[in-house]
């Protein structure tokens, strides 16, 4: 029990950092992509119908050093003016922190309400983080996060999921039917059927 303690410490230490990274600048792409459009002169009863769409397109964000910070591309991406939310195929979403660390999203569909405070990820559901060695020349392991959907509150760094979903962390993984996660508390519930597989590090 002590083991499985420390290896889960160790998991949700990193889970932060790549949930709300990678989410966060989904969000700050979507905001800054989301055209102003102006008042229509006659009020029409709304349909849920796209009333502009973006196909294979790529949006990258880039620091003051001309380093690539964010990578947004899909296949589609629609705005929908009755729930005003905006609607994303196949997308992909890279961004790399100060130390050059890349965290990858990818899903099916995402979906991000008018001001971005929530953002869903949708069929197949994955974030990435790649293995690094931290400052003291020590490898960590890649994290991954996957399942069916991942909803994120941006404004209470909350992320939730109802359906299954899987952590691993090098060769141990968790899984559960379900997880609430809240990033201002540090605390992390996963609920129904929860198992978890600890693999012992090996000392050369």
Not at 56 to 80: C, I, N, Y
């Amino acid at each position: 029990m002590e083991l499985l303690r420390q290896a889960w410490d160790r998991l949700t230490l990193y889970l932060p950092v790549v949930l709300m990274g990678v989410l966060a600048m989904a969000t700050y792409w979507l905001v800054r992509s989301t055209p102003i459009l102006s008042a229509p002169q006659v009020v029409a009863a709304p349909q849920h119908q796209p009333d502009y769409f973006m196909r294979k397109f790529s949006v990258k964000t880039f620091d003051t050093a001309g380093q690539l910070k964010s990578e947004v591309t899909g296949a589609e991406a629609r705005h929908f003016p009755d729930t005003d939310t905006l609607e994303i195929d196949q997308v992909v979403i890279r961004t790399m922190d100060p130390q050059g660390r890349l965290t990858t999203a990818t899903a099916r569909r995402a979906v991000t309400n008018q001001d971005a405070s929530e953002v869903q990820l949708i069929g197949g559901a994955q974030v990435v983080r790649a293995p690094t060695v931290n400052a003291q020349g020590i490898e960590q392991p890649g994290l991954t996060f996957s399942g069916e959907f991942l909803h994120a509150y941006m404004k209470t760094e909350r992320v939730t999921s109802n359906r299954p979903v899987a952590l691993t962390r090098g060769n141990d993984r968790f899984t559960a039917d379900s997880m609430d996660f809240d990033n201002q508390q540090r605390v992390m519930l996963l609920n129904g059927r929860v198992k978890g597989s600890l693999v012992p590090s090996v000392t050369p």
